[in-house]
Structures are given as structure tokens and as C-alpha cells.
């Protein structure tokens, strides 16, 4: 007899609804027992989809994947290393996608109360790398605050900072966020007297640098990084103030709040006042390189003869447009004058690895070739956390694979423990005429329709408590759910399991049923 014919039978319809009450247990004790060890299962399904996610991101951070190589100075061949990784075929023997060479140094910044603060800065030779360009994804800049990709530039005088280095050490608070902060630039001390400048410490000013973004974290917990044309720079003495220019001209960046031809009409209308000479005024001057993350513009007033100038006029000019218009967050910058690029050692060469199945090779690569020695304790944690990826997987599967067999068990016990009870009634069936395949049918039909049932309930449990987690607080880095149920895993956990089990009721009952009639109703 067919399958369709015999679910259309009236007595197949009575026996499933009999039966299955019988099978399910008083008040559907198996129906819930089955749903505990399958929202068990799903529970660590979900765990282990989420903590392999995790890891994944962590795998593919590049604050993981970027291993730092530092320049001795000494018994190494630096340069002769930094070109080999050029080499395609190191790239591919190593799985490395790229390096990048910075430069490491404290740098001093003027904190909310004009003390001088070192912060640790990294000076990165090339500013657009899959690095920088993670620093600044989304997950680790903080509030939006970074500069547009295309306005990255190697020339660039602004810095990338973390929030913390930004107010513990420098003192902003918490809700301010400055277009700019103030470098502590060496200047000569004459400055104050022949051009205005104000002088701190001695021999320091206030040198604005634009901020280009504001980040969470900084690899190997630097303060910041920028460009290394900014190292370059400062070295040459670029941001010494001591220089008639650009106290001779009056530039300022004003934010895209403030009304540019207002202030440009204020500041032309203060000179006209203070000075005879004749000037030009810019309301839209092109700055790229002190563009920072808040937009904005530029506006610039020129005196056609330099030499006339009278620099204590124009710090009167520049005093008074800042009263009025300092508050709105309008500041007075400076056209440094590009210095020669000096060349300079690189401290550190950075190389970025695809993944890190081949790191402890590349240690020993540079080591024999080169002579130089990457730091153990990088190359053992990412080892280590390779590892742990790999183990994190492997325990998913068998932590799957352990409760497919319970759940096995659990039927077999179900269907045995079942059969001792009813048996006779079945030898009766069977004398009756039923064949074992319409009642391995019927049993197939209860069975699975428990599990699906169970399935739904475990499920529909699992995903509220997914749910519940992060309104609770409850999430890895404030931003990762501890559990991930839906996924191709959890797909093929419950296929799987629904093989197995009618798989499973098949083989028990049809080894069960192949006793006689007169046997089981006699109990022989």
C-alpha cells in the first residue's frame, strides 16, 4: 500500500492521534524534553556561530594581521629586507598582502590648559593603506569624525587620535571634539617681540594641525599617527612661527556654521581701520593640506607689500576678529613653508598578512636572510589566536555532532521504552493484516512531526533569547551578540537532524517489528 493511500485511511487517522499521545508522554513530557536538548543544541549553535564571527573579525583585523618589525639600527640589512617584500613570490609563500614603513616618536601637543603633553605618534610614510583605511571604518571612528578617503593625502600636516589621547591627556571634554588641535612647535623666542606671536615655555608656540579623524584605538596603543611628510616637516623647522609670512598674512579657517563673506566683510573692514596699506582678500582659498575632518573654509587676506607690514597692526587685526568670532570656532592658521624632505630611517616596517598560517615561517625568513628579529611575543599571540580560530570550529562541529547522537539516543530509548508497553497491540495489528510498513509509516509520521514541533519551539526560544542579550547590555566589545543562531550551520543541524531521526525511528522499529504476530502478543 502506498504511503498517500494509507495516511487516507480512517484508522490510520485514529491510531496517529492515539498513539501520538502515548508517544508524546502525560502532558507531552517527551515534547518537551525533546525541545530542552534541541534549544540546548541551538544555544550552542548560536554560541559558537557568534564566537566564530567574532573571531573571524579579529582574524581579519588588521590590528591583528599587521605585524610590526622594528629597525635595530644595527647587525641587520634593513633596506635589503624592505625590498624581498616586494617580491610576488615571498607575498604568496607567506600570505602577506602589502607593508608599509612609519616612523615612532612622542610628539608634544598643547593640552585645554596650555602644558605641554607627549603623546605617542606614529608617522606612517603612506597614509592611504588598508591599514589607515581600517582605522578609520566605521566600528573604530568615533561619532563619525574622520576626513573623506579621497581628501587623504601624504602631505597632509593633520593627525589621526584616539578619543582617550584626546581628553585624558589633552583635556577636552567629553562632548568637545576640535577641528584642530595645537602642536607644540619650536619657535624663536624673537617671534613675540618682532611679530606677535605668543610664546609658551620659552621657546614654544601654539601651531594649529588639523585633526582628521577621531578613532577608539591605534595600533600598538599609539596616541595617534600622521603623515610622515608632517615628521619631515617639523624636522626641517617648517612650523617655526619665527618667519615674517605668515605673520604678515591673515589666514583663517572658518566652519561651515560661520557665514564666510560676514567674517571676510569683518576682517576687511578692521584693516581698512588699522592700516593704510592696500591688501586682497580670498574668501575661498584652496588649503588641502590643513583640511581636517569638520570641513569648512578658508578665508585669506594678503598685503600687496609684505615689507610695509607693520606685524603689531596685524596682531591687533587678528586679536579683535577672534573676540568676536573665536567662540564660533573660527581660528587663525598658517601657510607653513614646505621644507626639504629630508630622508630619514624608518623605525619599523609594518607588514600586513592575509592570514596567519605562515607567520612563525616568515619569523625564521627574516631571521636567516636578514638577520633581523621580529618580536616573539607578536608572532606566538598570533599563532595562538590562529589556533584558537581553528579550535573554535572544530568544537562547533562536535558539540553538533554530540547532541544529533543524544538526540538519536533519546529517540531509541523513546521508541523501545514505547514498544514494551504497546507490543501486544501491535502483533494484534499485525495479525489484522497491517503490514510493518504502514506502521513504520505511522510511528516515521509521529516521530518527525515531534521534532519539527520541537525544532520550532527550540528555535522560537533561542531567538529570544538572542534577542533579549543585547537590550540587556549583554554584547562582546559593546558591539558583538553573544549568540548568532541563523546561519548555514544551524540549516544543516536540522537537516541533519531530521535525517537521522527518521533514519533513526526506521531502523528501531523495523528491527522491533520483525517479530511475529503470536510472538509480541505473547510476549515470546
Known sequence: ??????????????????????????????????????????????????????????????FINWVDIKNNFAGND???????????????????????????WYTSFFDRNDDARNLKCRYFA????????AILGEDNVVAGCRIPDEALDNTSYGVII???????????????????????????????????????????????????????RLPTNMDMIGTKFFYQQNLGRAFNLYESSYSA??????????????????????????????????SNKEFPRMIGFKGGRFAALYFDYEDEVDFGINRQIADEIMEKYGKSGVLRIYDYTEMYSMDDSDDYISVHFNDLNCIGAFQEFAKEEFDIDIEMSQINAKENFNEVSIMANILSWTMIVFAIICIILFIVNLLQSYFQKVKRNLGTFKAFGISNYELIS??????????????????????????????????????????????????????????????????????????TPGDLIYDR
Request: charged letters at 20%; a negative charge.
Open 126 to 133: 603612506d597614509i592611504n593603506t588598508p591599514l589607515v583605511h
Open 162 to 216: 584616539t578619543y582617550d589621547a584626546l581628553h585624558a591627556k589633552l583635556g577636552y571634554a567629553a562632548n568637545q571634539i576640535p577641528a584642530y588641535l595645537y602642536y607644540h612647535g619650536y619657535c624663536d623666542p624673537e617671534a613675540g617681540e618682532e611679530f606677535g606671536v605668543e610664546i609658551y615655555h620659552d621657546h614654544y608656540a601654539k601651531v594649529p594641525v588639523p585633526v582628521l579623524a577621531v578613532v577608539k
Open 1 to 62: 500500500m502506498k504511503f498517500r493511500e494509507i495516511i487516507s485511511n480512517d484508522y490510520f487517522k485514529l491510531f496517529v492521534k492515539r498513539e501520538g499521545k502515548v508517544v508524546l508522554g502525560k502532558r507531552y513530557s517527551s515534547l518537551w524534553l525533546l525541545s530542552c536538548v534541541l534549544t540546548a543544541t541551538f544555544l550552542a549553535i548560536a554560541f559558537s556561530n557568534a564566537s566564530l564571527d567574532y573571531l573571524s573579525y579579529k582574524m581579519n583585523d588588521p
Open 249 to 282: 598674512s591673515l589666514l583663517y579657517y572658518v566652519p561651515e556654521k560661520v557665514d564666510v563673506e560676514a567674517f571676510l566683510a569683518d576682517l576687511e573692514r578692521l584693516t581698512t581701520e588699522k592700516t593704510d596699506l592696500p591688501y586682497y582678500a580670498v
Open 442 to 515: 505511522i510511528y516515521v509520521l509521529i516521530l518527525v512531526a515531534m521534532i519539527f514541533a520541537s525544532v520550532v519551539i527550540s528555535l522560537a526560544v533561542t531567538w529570544f533569547i538572542q534577542e533579549l542579550l543585547p537590550l540587556l547590555g549583554l554584547l562582546k566589545d559593546g558591539t558583538f551578540d553573544y549568540l548568532s543562531l541563523w546561519s548555514g550551520k544551524t540549516f544543516y543541524a536540522i537537516l541533519i537532524i531530521v535525517i537521522a531521526s527518521v533514519y533513526t525511528v526506521y531502523a528501531v522499529m523495523n528491527s522491533l517489528l520483525k517479530a
Open 78 to 104: 634593513f633596506d635589503r629586507f624592505e625590498e624581498c617584500l616586494n617580491d610576488s613570490t615571498n607575498m604568496a609563500t607567506y600570505h602577506y598582502g602589502g607593508y608599509q614603513t612609519d616612523k615612532y
